[in-house]
Nanobody
Framework: QVQLVESGGGSVQSGGSLRLSCAADEYTYSTFCMAWFRQAPGKEREKVASTDSNLSTFYSDSVKGRFTISQDDDKNTLYLHMNNLKPEDTAMYYC?????????????????WGQGTQVTVSS
């Protein structure tokens, strides 16, 4: 059964840090690239970080230098380490899995989604 389960969201003040986790089933974790998306109210969903083939990673310009994506292969878990959080990072964050772009852009089109975890950053 394909499953992605996120955790680690919460409320922090501007400048704070959070770590999101996404536990995946073994098939999904070993077959697909994995990514973090976010969606704020009234805004389009945005891909913020993703793994890609050849161990490359993708980051959106809005989070580059502040967020880091990592994986724990023993636990089939994807992480998003978020530092220097800003109020504009407030959103629902989703873990997703899909085919790899192979060109550094990470997940091409997500095929599986987690339920989401809320991140709220206050000024």
């Amino acid at each position: 059964q394909v499953q992605l389960v996120e955790s680690g969201g919460g409320s922090v003040q501007s400048g704070g840090s959070l770590r999101l986790s996404c536990a995946a089933d073994e098939y999904t974790y070993s077959t697909f690239c994995m990514a973090w998306f976010r969606q704020a109210p009234g805004k389009e969903r945005e891909k913020v970080a993703s793994t890609d083939s050849n161990l490359s990673t993708f980051y959106s310009d809005s989070v580059k230098g502040r967020f880091t994506i990592s994986q724990d292969d023993d636990k089939n878990t994807l992480y998003l380490h978020m530092n220097n959080l800003k109020p504009e990072d407030t959103a629902m964050y989703y873990c997703a899995a899909g085919a790899c772009a192979g060109d550094g852009d990470g997940v091409l089109a997500a095929e599986t989604w987690g339920q989401g975890t809320q991140v709220t950053v206050s000024s």
